[in-house]
Protein backbone atom coordinates (compact mmCIF):
# COMPACT_ATOMS: atom_id res chain seq x y z
CA UNK A 1 0.00 0.00 0.00
CA UNK A 2 2.87 2.42 0.94
CA UNK A 3 4.10 1.75 -2.60
CA UNK A 4 1.29 2.15 -4.56
CA UNK A 5 0.46 5.20 -2.44
CA UNK A 6 3.68 6.80 -3.10
CA UNK A 7 3.44 5.89 -6.97
CA UNK A 8 0.36 7.56 -6.90
CA UNK A 9 1.84 10.96 -5.05
CA UNK A 10 4.63 11.00 -7.63
CA UNK A 11 2.62 10.99 -10.43
CA UNK A 12 0.08 13.90 -9.73
CA UNK A 13 2.51 15.77 -7.75
CA UNK A 14 3.29 17.78 -11.02
CA UNK A 15 -0.22 18.94 -11.70
CA UNK A 16 -0.72 19.72 -7.95
CA UNK A 17 2.61 21.79 -7.89
CA UNK A 18 1.52 23.48 -11.41
CA UNK A 19 -2.13 24.19 -10.11
CA UNK A 20 -0.16 25.85 -6.71
CA UNK A 21 1.91 28.41 -9.26
CA UNK A 22 -1.06 29.25 -11.47
CA UNK A 23 -3.52 29.85 -8.49
CA UNK A 24 -0.58 32.10 -6.55
CA UNK A 25 0.66 33.91 -10.17
CA UNK A 26 -3.58 34.89 -10.38
CA UNK A 27 -3.41 35.96 -6.93
CA UNK A 28 -0.38 38.47 -7.28
CA UNK A 29 -1.61 39.81 -10.55
CA UNK A 30 -5.06 40.40 -9.13
CA UNK A 31 -3.98 41.52 -5.70
CA UNK A 32 -1.49 43.83 -7.16
CA UNK A 33 -3.08 45.04 -9.78
CA UNK A 34 -0.57 44.16 -12.52
CA UNK A 35 -1.48 45.46 -15.67
CA UNK A 36 -2.37 42.79 -18.49
CA UNK A 37 0.27 44.73 -20.76
CA UNK A 38 3.46 43.87 -18.70
CA UNK A 39 2.09 40.64 -16.83
CA UNK A 40 -0.92 38.89 -18.00
CA UNK A 41 -2.91 36.78 -15.29
CA UNK A 42 -3.31 33.11 -16.05
CA UNK A 43 -7.36 34.01 -16.42
CA UNK A 44 -6.42 36.47 -19.03
CA UNK A 45 -4.00 34.22 -20.69
CA UNK A 46 -6.54 31.51 -21.27
CA UNK A 47 -9.28 34.13 -22.11
CA UNK A 48 -6.37 34.88 -24.93
CA UNK A 49 -6.18 31.31 -25.59
CA UNK A 50 -9.97 30.75 -26.13
CA UNK A 51 -10.49 33.72 -28.52
CA UNK A 52 -7.68 32.72 -30.75
CA UNK A 53 -7.44 29.18 -30.10
CA UNK A 54 -7.79 28.42 -33.89
CA UNK A 55 -5.19 31.35 -35.11
CA UNK A 56 -2.68 29.71 -32.51
CA UNK A 57 -3.37 26.29 -33.65
CA UNK A 58 -2.59 26.97 -37.10
CA UNK A 59 0.64 28.83 -35.50
CA UNK A 60 1.23 25.47 -33.39
CA UNK A 61 0.78 22.83 -35.70
CA UNK A 62 3.47 24.67 -38.38
CA UNK A 63 5.91 25.22 -35.65
CA UNK A 64 5.21 21.17 -34.21
CA UNK A 65 5.92 19.51 -37.55
CA UNK A 66 8.65 21.61 -38.87
CA UNK A 67 10.36 20.94 -35.35
CA UNK A 68 9.56 17.05 -35.63
CA UNK A 69 11.62 17.37 -38.97
CA UNK A 70 14.58 19.15 -37.66
CA UNK A 71 14.56 16.88 -34.93
CA UNK A 72 14.02 13.34 -37.26
CA UNK A 73 16.93 15.15 -38.94
CA UNK A 74 19.61 15.32 -35.63
CA UNK A 75 18.79 11.72 -34.77
CA UNK A 76 19.93 10.49 -37.66
CA UNK A 77 22.90 12.54 -38.08
CA UNK A 78 23.17 12.39 -34.32
CA UNK A 79 23.41 8.84 -33.88
CA UNK A 80 25.78 8.44 -37.03
CA UNK A 81 28.22 10.59 -35.62
CA UNK A 82 27.99 8.95 -32.65
CA UNK A 83 28.71 5.97 -33.26
CA UNK A 84 31.71 7.11 -35.25
CA UNK A 85 33.20 9.01 -32.34
CA UNK A 86 31.87 6.62 -29.36
CA UNK A 87 33.17 3.27 -32.03
CA UNK A 88 36.89 4.38 -31.93
CA UNK A 89 39.27 5.97 -29.75
CA UNK A 90 41.24 8.25 -32.84
CA UNK A 91 37.71 9.56 -34.01
CA UNK A 92 36.74 10.49 -30.21
CA UNK A 93 40.13 12.35 -29.69
CA UNK A 94 39.83 14.32 -32.98
CA UNK A 95 36.05 15.07 -33.47
CA UNK A 96 34.79 15.36 -29.97
CA UNK A 97 36.42 18.59 -29.12
CA UNK A 98 35.61 20.42 -32.30
CA UNK A 99 32.10 19.44 -31.79
CA UNK A 100 32.28 20.71 -29.18
CA UNK A 101 33.38 23.73 -29.33
CA UNK A 102 31.10 23.82 -32.38
CA UNK A 103 28.04 23.53 -29.76
CA UNK A 104 29.04 26.47 -27.95
CA UNK A 105 28.15 28.89 -30.86
CA UNK A 106 24.96 30.60 -30.14
CA UNK A 107 22.79 29.37 -32.91
CA UNK A 108 20.61 32.31 -33.24
CA UNK A 109 23.75 33.52 -34.73
CA UNK A 110 23.03 31.27 -37.44
CA UNK A 111 19.66 32.38 -38.50
CA UNK A 112 20.43 35.10 -40.55
CA UNK A 113 22.89 32.90 -42.64
CA UNK A 114 20.10 30.18 -43.17
CA UNK A 115 17.86 32.97 -44.35
CA UNK A 116 20.50 34.16 -47.13
CA UNK A 117 21.14 30.62 -48.03
CA UNK A 118 17.34 29.02 -48.26
CA UNK A 119 15.53 32.41 -47.60
CA UNK A 120 12.65 32.78 -45.50
CA UNK A 121 10.22 30.50 -44.58
CA UNK A 122 10.70 26.50 -42.99
CA UNK A 123 14.45 26.06 -44.21
CA UNK A 124 16.57 28.03 -41.82
CA UNK A 125 13.89 26.50 -39.25
CA UNK A 126 14.57 23.31 -40.07
CA UNK A 127 18.20 23.61 -39.89
CA UNK A 128 18.26 25.82 -36.97
CA UNK A 129 15.89 22.79 -34.85
CA UNK A 130 18.41 20.84 -36.07
CA UNK A 131 21.88 22.23 -35.33
CA UNK A 132 20.77 22.89 -32.24
CA UNK A 133 19.26 19.14 -30.87
CA UNK A 134 22.10 17.19 -32.81
CA UNK A 135 25.00 17.28 -30.00
CA UNK A 136 22.94 15.75 -26.96
CA UNK A 137 22.45 12.74 -29.15
CA UNK A 138 25.53 12.66 -30.63
CA UNK A 139 27.18 12.69 -27.24
CA UNK A 140 25.35 10.42 -25.28
CA UNK A 141 25.56 8.02 -28.19
CA UNK A 142 29.42 8.04 -28.36
CA UNK A 143 29.27 8.04 -24.67
CA UNK A 144 27.68 4.71 -24.23
CA UNK A 145 29.77 3.24 -26.65
CA UNK A 146 33.38 4.75 -25.54
CA UNK A 147 32.42 3.71 -22.20
CA UNK A 148 32.27 -0.36 -22.45
CA UNK A 149 33.60 -2.16 -19.94
CA UNK A 150 37.28 -3.44 -21.58
CA UNK A 151 36.79 -6.63 -19.71
CA UNK A 152 33.58 -6.75 -21.27
CA UNK A 153 34.76 -6.60 -24.53
CA UNK A 154 38.20 -8.77 -23.88
CA UNK A 155 35.42 -11.57 -23.07
CA UNK A 156 33.45 -10.77 -26.05
CA UNK A 157 36.63 -11.14 -28.23
CA UNK A 158 37.80 -14.53 -26.20
CA UNK A 159 34.50 -15.56 -27.37
CA UNK A 160 34.74 -15.01 -30.94
CA UNK A 161 33.12 -11.96 -31.44
CA UNK A 162 34.77 -9.31 -33.63
CA UNK A 163 34.67 -5.75 -33.08
CA UNK A 164 31.39 -5.25 -35.46
CA UNK A 165 29.92 -7.29 -33.21
CA UNK A 166 30.59 -5.96 -30.10
CA UNK A 167 29.61 -2.70 -31.20
CA UNK A 168 26.23 -3.50 -32.54
CA UNK A 169 25.33 -6.19 -30.38
CA UNK A 170 26.17 -4.82 -26.97
CA UNK A 171 27.49 -1.41 -27.18
CA UNK A 172 24.44 0.16 -29.00
CA UNK A 173 21.91 -1.75 -26.75
CA UNK A 174 23.89 -0.67 -23.68
CA UNK A 175 23.47 2.84 -25.57
CA UNK A 176 19.87 3.12 -25.49
CA UNK A 177 19.17 4.73 -21.86
CA UNK A 178 21.87 7.38 -23.13
CA UNK A 179 20.03 7.40 -25.96
CA UNK A 180 16.66 8.08 -24.67
CA UNK A 181 17.78 10.26 -22.06
CA UNK A 182 19.14 12.57 -25.11
CA UNK A 183 15.85 12.36 -27.14
CA UNK A 184 14.38 13.83 -23.77
CA UNK A 185 16.58 16.62 -23.76
CA UNK A 186 16.90 17.11 -27.59
CA UNK A 187 13.52 17.62 -28.11
CA UNK A 188 12.95 20.64 -25.87
CA UNK A 189 16.23 22.10 -27.74
CA UNK A 190 14.39 21.45 -30.73
CA UNK A 191 11.32 23.37 -29.83
CA UNK A 192 13.67 26.26 -28.86
CA UNK A 193 15.26 26.45 -32.08
CA UNK A 194 12.70 26.49 -33.82
CA UNK A 195 10.52 29.28 -32.02
CA UNK A 196 13.73 31.45 -32.13
CA UNK A 197 13.96 30.90 -36.06
CA UNK A 198 10.45 32.05 -36.82
CA UNK A 199 10.78 34.92 -34.87
CA UNK A 200 13.39 36.38 -37.57
CA UNK A 201 12.94 34.24 -40.42
CA UNK A 202 9.62 33.06 -41.05
CA UNK A 203 5.85 34.62 -41.45
CA UNK A 204 3.88 30.99 -39.50
CA UNK A 205 5.09 29.72 -36.66
CA UNK A 206 4.58 30.02 -32.89
CA UNK A 207 8.10 32.29 -33.14
CA UNK A 208 6.42 34.73 -36.13
CA UNK A 209 3.19 34.94 -33.60
CA UNK A 210 4.75 36.11 -30.33
CA UNK A 211 6.38 38.63 -32.51
CA UNK A 212 3.23 40.22 -33.59
CA UNK A 213 1.64 39.31 -30.20
CA UNK A 214 4.32 41.40 -28.47
CA UNK A 215 4.11 44.48 -31.28
CA UNK A 216 0.46 44.93 -30.93
CA UNK A 217 1.05 44.64 -26.95
CA UNK A 218 -1.40 41.40 -26.27
CA UNK A 219 1.01 40.29 -24.16
CA UNK A 220 -1.81 37.14 -22.88
CA UNK A 221 -1.57 35.97 -26.64
CA UNK A 222 2.05 35.81 -26.56
CA UNK A 223 2.19 34.00 -23.21
CA UNK A 224 -0.34 31.77 -24.50
CA UNK A 225 1.70 30.88 -27.72
CA UNK A 226 4.64 30.32 -25.06
CA UNK A 227 1.86 27.69 -23.46
CA UNK A 228 1.65 25.90 -26.04
CA UNK A 229 5.46 25.63 -27.38
CA UNK A 230 5.55 24.67 -23.63
CA UNK A 231 2.59 21.72 -24.10
CA UNK A 232 3.90 20.43 -27.34
CA UNK A 233 7.37 19.94 -25.73
CA UNK A 234 6.03 18.27 -22.63
CA UNK A 235 3.67 15.94 -24.14
CA UNK A 236 6.89 14.44 -26.30
CA UNK A 237 9.31 14.21 -23.87
CA UNK A 238 6.59 12.01 -21.86
CA UNK A 239 6.53 10.04 -25.26
CA UNK A 240 9.94 9.21 -24.83
CA UNK A 241 9.76 8.06 -21.06
CA UNK A 242 7.00 5.95 -22.18
CA UNK A 243 8.93 4.43 -24.81
CA UNK A 244 12.08 4.60 -22.89
CA UNK A 245 9.97 2.58 -19.84
CA UNK A 246 8.63 -0.10 -22.03
CA UNK A 247 12.22 -0.65 -24.34
CA UNK A 248 14.76 -0.19 -21.56
CA UNK A 249 13.50 -1.17 -18.06
CA UNK A 250 15.88 -4.26 -17.74
CA UNK A 251 18.32 -0.52 -17.47
CA UNK A 252 16.77 0.79 -13.79
CA UNK A 253 16.94 -0.63 -10.86
CA UNK A 254 13.27 -1.23 -9.54
CA UNK A 255 12.00 -1.41 -13.09
CA UNK A 256 11.10 -5.28 -12.79
CA UNK A 257 9.19 -5.33 -9.46
CA UNK A 258 6.20 -2.82 -11.28
Known amino acids: MNALHEKRVERWSPWVLLFSVLVLWQVICSGLGVSEFIFPSPWAIWTQFVEFKWIIAGHA????????AGFGIAIV???????????????????????????????????????????????????????????????????????????LEDVLRVLGAKRWDVLTKVGLPRSMPYFYGSLKVAITLAFVGTTVSEMTAANEGIGYLLISAGSSMQMGLAFAGLMVVGAMAMVMYELFSVLEKHTTGWAHRGSQGE
Open 61 to 68: WRTFWVTM
Open 77 to 151: VGVLLGFIIGSSRLAYAAVYPLMTAFNALPKAAFVPILVVWFGIGVGPAILTAFLISFFPIMVNIATGLATLEPE
